[in-house]
């Protein structure tokens, strides 16, 4: 079956603009978490979302947001984007949350450059 | 929030045994994954410890003890395509993810 995908795979945004990123999962998968990766981070959890509804949030600021459709497919924003902002933002996708072992999915990320 | 540990860089030799290890401060979770990301890759999911013991898949095994508040990945028979980086991975009680800094294994012939 197909696997993760995540649109667009490379961007070049302006410090102050926003960005929209879009997700989609497995096919049957329900739940889609979205990550951060920078070479000094590492890899940070932003949010996670499960049908439909955002079960928790890492500890980004406000201006890092996200939604799901009925679909399953997600989408995160990031408004007044800043120099920092510059990374790998990955999605995840999984079956269902963390009692059936969390397997998570990755797609193959979107390499955001804020300039 | 939580702190999971890991050895920055691991150097092994082709059909060597490495183990890479994980200790971690956190208050509860559910249990302990391990990805594996090469270089320009995505995170690939490897095993998961929900109980303490060995979990086996293959030539990869992964350790859990959460009263020594440690883990381990186990690769055996190490091949040249093992290069890669290596991140434990909690989700805690509190429905948050948490990835290790990772371990980069190099693998040599």
């Known amino acids: 079956k197909a696997g993760v995908t995540q649109t667009p795979r490379y961007l070049i945004k302006t410090r102050g603009q926003q960005v929209t990123l879009s997700c989609s999962p497995i096919s049957g998968h329900r739940s889609v978490s979205w990550y951060q990766q920078t070479p000094g981070q590492g890899l940070q959890f932003l949010f996670e979302?499960?049908?439909?509804?955002?079960?928790n949030k890492g500890n980004f600021p406000g201006r890092f947001s996200g939604r799901q459709f009925s679909n399953s497919r997600s989408e995160m924003n990031v408004s007044t984007l800043e120099l920092g902002d510059s990374a790998l933002y990955l999605c995840a996708s999984s079956r269902s949350g963390p009692e059936a072992g969390y397997e998570q999915y990755f797609g193959p990320g979107t390499r955001l450059t804020v300039t | 929030g939580q702190s999971l540990e890991q050895p920055s860089e691991v150097t092994a030799v082709e059909g060597a045994i490495v183990q890479i290890n994980c200790t971690y401060q956190?208050?509860?979770?559910?249990?302990l994954s391990w990805y594996q990301q090469h270089d320009g890759g995505a995170p690939t999911f490897l095993s998961y410890?929900?109980?303490?013991g060995l979990e086996e898949t293959g030539r990869f095994s992964s350790f859990l003890s959460r009263s020594d508040s440690y883990g381990y990945l186990l690769l055996q028979e190490l091949q040249m395509k093992d290069s890669a980086s290596y991140f434990c991975?909690?989700?805690?009680?509190?429905?948050?993810?948490?990835f290790g800094s990772g371990t980069k294994l190099n693998v040599k012939p």
């Open positions: 410890n929900a109980l303490d």
């Open positions: 956190t208050s509860g979770f559910y249990g």
């Open positions: 979302y499960f049908s439909e509804t955002q079960r």
């Open positions: 991975a909690v989700w805690d009680n509190f429905n948050k993810f948490y």
